[in-house]
């Protein structure tokens, strides 16, 4: 008899893009591919932070590379992605929340948006698919649990995430045959600078506590795990579809 043998989390030899990579969940995703053996490209809007990170990242011995890119700058994405000999993942974590009651909501924080969470993250997933064409790779979005439920004040960013998770499962479908998957990374609120206000809140604090049905605030290191297994031949036969770290919040 021959045991079965869990597939490697390993990504040793492959190449990953980031974007987002300078802080919070995105410099979290980026790290975990590092240490799971990955070269990872750093991408940013700003030069500073995504610098420190990636030399904090190569003094820890990773191998590590700072791109910086404006993601809603489609040409610039699809020049960039094009130039590069491989890409095998690509981890989407720029993201833009202006949150306010529906009725308040402008024209121009809507199209902010939108043009960041999902119009960026479609030609992002185009432009990655293309290089990815004829060898296969992994797409991970980073969206959230609110790609799934409602939210307070939370109309816009919940249009585009839902947006996001529909685009994901119709990439799927396209790109199967070429051995490109494409998934969601769906967590709750995760203890970050953007989340602070949130937190700063007792009001809101103490709700987002009432949804989590662990009972606890995230934290980056959460979702690390969780990425380096969408990025690896564990999950191979994985695509379409969104894996949520929310603590139980979508469970009601």
Sequence with gaps: ?????????????????????SSGIGQACAVALAEAGARVTCVARGAD?????????????????????????VEHVQRAIGAMPSLDILVNSAGLARHSPALMTTPQDYDAVMHVNL????????????????QGGSIIHVSSQMGHVGGVDRAVYCASKHGLEGMVKAMAIEW???????????????????????????ERAAWVRSKIKLGRIGEVDDIMG?????????????????????GGWTAD
């Design 49 to 73: 932070r995504l610098v420190a990170t990636v030399e904090e990242m190569r003094a820890e011995g990773w191998h590590a590379e700072a791109l910086a890119l404006d993601v809603g700058d």
């Design 226 to 246: 969780a990425v380096v297994y969408l990025a690896s031949k564990a999950s191979s036969l994985v695509t379409g579809t969104s894996l949520l770290v929310d």
């Design 176 to 202: 199967g045959p070429d051995r490109i998957r494409i998934n969601t990374l769906c967590p709750t609120f995760i203890r970050t600078p953007l989340t602070a206000q949130t937190f700063d809140d007792p």
């Design 119 to 134: 119009r960026a993250a479609y030609f992002l997933s185009t432009a990655a698919a293309a290089k990815m064409k004829g």
């Design 1 to 21: 008899m021959t045991l079965p043998r869990t597939p490697s989390f390993r990504l040793d030899g492959q190449h990953a893009l980031v974007t987002g990579a």
